[in-house]
Nanobody, 123 residues
Framework: QVQLVESGGGLVQAGDSLTLSCTAS????????MAWFRQAPGKEREIVAA???????YYTDSVKGRFTLYRDSPKNTVYLQMNSLKLEDTAVYYC?????????????????WGQGTQVTVSA
């Protein structure tokens, strides 16, 4: 089991930037695939981005070119850099981890979850 602690959410204006971080403990970080999901009110949880231990990455179409996911292995941490934020990016963002190596986009494939951090983008 992997324990995940998120930080970095907050209230920003449209067009601003925000960076979320997620620190993992409990397993060898280098073998874990990490991802960020988000869930807006009344909507299903959706994947935002994911990165494998081999640095293969995935981004959902709506964030391509705006968000960057990268990992700092010595710190057991992944960062989601979010630029040009839009109103529709408002959601609770969840960090997730899966112990198998490949990137997956379904929440069902992830074994461990953080507590979630709120990101609110205002006009």
């Amino acid at each position: 089991q992997v324990q995940l602690v998120e930080s970095g959410g907050g209230l920003v204006q449209a067009g601003d930037s925000l960076t979320l971080s997620c620190t993992a403990s409990g397993r060898t970080f280098s073998s874990i695939t990490m991802a960020w999901f988000r869930q807006a009110p009344g909507k299903e949880r959706e994947i935002v981005a994911a990165i494998s231990w081999t640095e293969n990455s995935y981004y959902t179409d709506s964030v391509k070119g705006r968000f960057t996911l990268y990992r700092d292995s010595p710190k057991n941490t992944v960062y989601l850099q979010m630029n040009s934020l839009k109103l529709e990016d408002t959601a609770v963002y969840y960090c997730a981890a899966r112990l198998s190596g490949a990137v997956r986009i379904s929440a069902l494939d992830y074994n461990s979850w953080g507590q979630g951090t709120q990101v609110t983008v205002s006009a």
